[in-house]
Structure formats: structure tokens, C-alpha cells
């Protein structure tokens, strides 16, 4: 029996490689911060409202801190 040679491609050269992510979405994202790092304040005030809240619909309770943090948020480019 006698054995073919089979061609496997291969990486000689790094130059070959390309980037998984290209400039453009990386300069995003260091732009962007992470919506767990910004509206802290907010966060925690609604958060607090809504846990302790007394009454029946909390959401409608705490309906201001909860508008204060979707603006925050907005203000940061998020959709919540």
C-alpha cells in the first residue's frame, strides 16, 4: 500500500493572519463604556426602591428613579 502526500495548508508568516476584530468595532468599544460601569447612583437608588418598595406594583412606585435611570442610561447610548 502506498501513502499519497496530501498538501496541508500552513501558516508560514504572521502578515498572513488577519484580525479577528477590525479597527473600527475595537475604537468602539474602547469608546463605549459597559452599561455595568456607568449610572451607578441611578442604579442603586432604583434598585433600593424597587426591592423595599411596600407597595402592590413597585414599578409604578418607583417610577421616577426608574425614568432617572433610563435617562442615565440613554444618555450613554443604552436601550434598557
Do not use: H, W
Not at 502506498?2 to 508560514?12: E, K, L, N, T, Y
Not at 476584530?21 to 468602539?28: L, N, R
Not at 418598595?53 to 432617572?68: E, G, L, N, W, Y
Amino acid at each position: 500500500m502506498a501513502s499519497q502526500g496530501v498538501s496541508m495548508p500552513s501558516i508560514s508568516s504572521k502578515s498572513e493572519v488577519n484580525p479577528a476584530v477590525s479597527s473600527g468595532s475595537e475604537a468602539c468599544a474602547i469608546s463605549k463604556p459597559k452599561p455595568c460601569c456607568v449610572c451607578k447612583d441611578e442604579k442603586s437608588k432604583r434598585d433600593e426602591c424597587m426591592l423595599f418598595s411596600k407597595s402592590a406594583d413597585p414599578a409604578r412606585d418607583c417610577k421616577t428613579t426608574i425614568d432617572q435611570y433610563r435617562t442615565c442610561m440613554a444618555g450613554f447610548g443604552f436601550k434598557v
